[in-house]
């Protein structure tokens, strides 16, 4: 049973009415029994809501940021209309716009009510329960129950650097040598031979087959296919920071999230270029695994992987981590690293047993550089703004020597903002697969 606040209200004007004419019990008995009568008339004309069935439809997985709707159909099976309110739980971060719907449903027919949403937060968000509060004809009292209705909406990493797809995959078509202009690197594979345009390197001109033409003819080369790429999330407590790119798409969402971005730019151009990738992600254990999954489908596999993982607050082991890299990758392959660039982090847990990874493979290291420390870096004009950019350029000098550190072991590094790195990242995977570096 639930009461409304016209009951209330009823309750109050009865005071002011046994206050001002009838000051006495029976006055007070009177109105009691009055605001009584009306609560137990609405109890027994009120529909039922026990008897009441549930069902739930659309969307299921939805971008970060993106709107998605979930339907929600009530049936009432009784003979009896049942009119009220119907709250659909959500948690906030799921962004329902509206969880209280005015309900009417007359007896046998159904009603669909929708719920917008527009999620904050990456993962599982699963609704709470469904309560409907049934009103009698004089709004005064009513019937309450709570349902579960579950139904889960998977919230997918925001990938805002998709826009840049199409140029990277230009770019790609001219190293592939579908382009006038045609480009050899170091240990390229041979394609085709074809007439002299101009613009094309001299040296790739194929003087035997000219001297059987009668034109110019120049030998094509594209980059080497099928290598093998294993792109490894660090989840451990650097990828909790928070970045200050408060205008770009990634502001203020956690360095994984931008990391979780540029490995998925990474993987879409590789895939079109024909190299396997894999996913590995961990802390202090393994969180995530996409192997052996097919170029087409491997960038669904890679989002649904990624939706749910959230970061530890631990230090991660890099030598479990280098253990794990290891016994994934038989042969040469390029290992993509996604972490921070804290120096004590790196000193004591990475750089130990890098020299493993770096004598059997091409490693890259990523990290997602705060363009708030670049900001606070430049600050003056009060002591406290001095001393905030006397401490920030402390720590990008830091970063820069331990980025410096990694290079002397053999590593590339790619140390960019967040709304950059994808981009950045994706440019050295070209370049080194125009180089045969791969």
Avoid at 186 to 209: C, H, K, N, Q
Avoid at 242 to 255: H, K, M, S, T
Avoid at 295 to 315: C, D
Avoid at 366 to 394: C, F, I, K, Q
């Amino acid at each position: 049973m639930t009461l409304t606040g016209r009951t209330a209200l009823l309750a109050a004007l009865g005071a002011l009415v046994v206050g001002l004419l009838m000051p006495s019990w029976t006055g007070i008995a009177l109105v009691e029994a009055c605001v009584a009568l009306g609560v137990v008339v609405d109890l027994l004309l009120a529909g039922p809501v026990r008897g009441l069935t549930f069902s739930r439809g659309g969307d299921t997985s939805v971008r970060l940021g993106e709107p998605a709707s979930v339907t929600l159909t009530v049936h009432n099976p009784s003979t009896r209309r049942v009119t009220g309110l119907l709250r659909d739980a959500w948690p906030p971060s799921a962004g329902a716009a509206r969880q209280r719907h005015t309900l009417a449903i007359p007896a046998g027919e159904r009603r669909r009510l929708t719920t917008a949403l527009v999620p904050t937060r990456r993962g599982d968000r699963r609704a709470y329960r469904v309560t409907v509060r049934s009103l009698g004809p004089l709004g005064l009292a009513g019937r309450q129950g709570s349902h579960e209705v579950p139904w889960t909406v998977r919230v997918l990493p925001a990938f805002p650097s998709r826009r840049l797809l199409p140029s990277k995959l230009e770019r790609l078509r001219e190293l592939d040598g579908r382009s006038a202009v045609l480009t050899r690197g170091r240990g390229t594979e041979f394609d085709t031979l074809r007439e002299y345009v101009p613009g094309d390197d001299v040296r790739s001109i194929d003087w035997r087959a000219t001297a059987r033409s009668q034109n110019v003819v120049v030998r094509t080369w594209r980059p080497e296919r099928d290598r093998h790429i294993l792109v490894v999330l660090d989840t451990g407590r650097t990828s909790a920071g928070r970045i200050g790119d408060a205008e770009g798409a990634l502001g203020n969402a956690p360095r994984l999230d931008a990391a979780m971005d540029a490995a998925l730019l990474l993987t879409a151009v590789a895939a079109k270029a024909g190299d396997r990738v894999d996913l590995l992600a961990h802390d202090r254990r393994v969180r995530a695994d996409v192997r052996g999954t097919s170029r087409t489908n491997v960038l669904p596999s890679f989002v649904q992987a990624m939706a749910p993982l959230e970061p530890a607050l631990v230090e991660s082991d890099a030598p479990h981590l280098v253990a794990e890299i290891i016994r994934r990758t038989k042969r040469r392959s390029l290992v993509v690293l996604l972490t921070g660039l804290d120096t004590e982090a790196v000193r004591e847990g990475l750089l130990p047993v890098l020299p493993q990874l770096t004598s059997r493979h091409e490693v890259v290291v990523a990290a997602v550089a705060d363009p708030a420390l670049t900001a606070m870096s430049n600050g003056r004009g009060t002591a406290e703004a001095v001393y905030a950019a006397a401490a920030a350029a402390r720590e990008l000098s830091e970063r820069q020597a331990t980025a410096a550190e990694l290079r002397r072991h053999g590593v590339t590094v790619v140390d960019a903002p967040p709304g950059d790195l994808a981009s950045q990242l994706t440019d050295l995977y070209l370049a080194l697969k125009l180089a045969g570096r791969l």
